[in-house]
């Protein structure tokens, strides 16, 4: 990853933080879907937000990000929790509501900052 580019997303969360007063996940986290969705796309791959997909239990699950390449598979799925969650008991939950587990690229990312 460029060095370059992390450091402008931690410079935008910390004016988003100045600015709104909050680290919560909701606040912060499209500078974070930003710069994942620009390291994909150098992949051949895009971001798509808030995408219902085939969970395990067989029911729809909405992950924060799935990854898709030009064939519209999935390579993946992003998940964002803020620091004021056990990131442990976050990954359980998401694993009982049947979250896909068999991809390339499964991240669920604490944004502890």
């Known amino acids: 990853m460029s060095k370059t580019l992390i450091t402008q ?3 935008r969360v910390d004016k988003l933080i100045q ?3 909050s680290k919560k996940e909701l606040s912060v986290r499209n ?3 930003n710069l994942l969705n620009h390291y994909a796309e150098k992949r051949n791959l895009v971001l798509v937000a808030e ?3 085939r ?3 067989g029911k729809d699950v909405t992950p924060d990000g799935t990854l898709k390449n030009i064939l519209r598979l999935d390579y993946g799925y ?3 929790k803020d620091e004021s969650l056990d990131l442990n008991a976050e990954i359980d939950k998401k694993i009982k509501k ?3 587990l068999q991809t390339l690229f499964l991240k ?4 502890q900052y």
């Not at 669920?108 to 944004?111: A, D, F, G, H, P």
């Open 9 to 11: 997303y931690y410079n």
């Open 19 to 21: 600015f709104g007063g």
């Open 31 to 33: 500078e974070f879907y």
């Open 51 to 53: 995408l219902p997909v």
């Open 55 to 57: 969970g395990t239990k």
């Open 78 to 80: 992003w998940e964002s």
């Open 98 to 100: 049947g979250y896909p």
């Open 108 to 111: 669920i990312v604490s944004m």
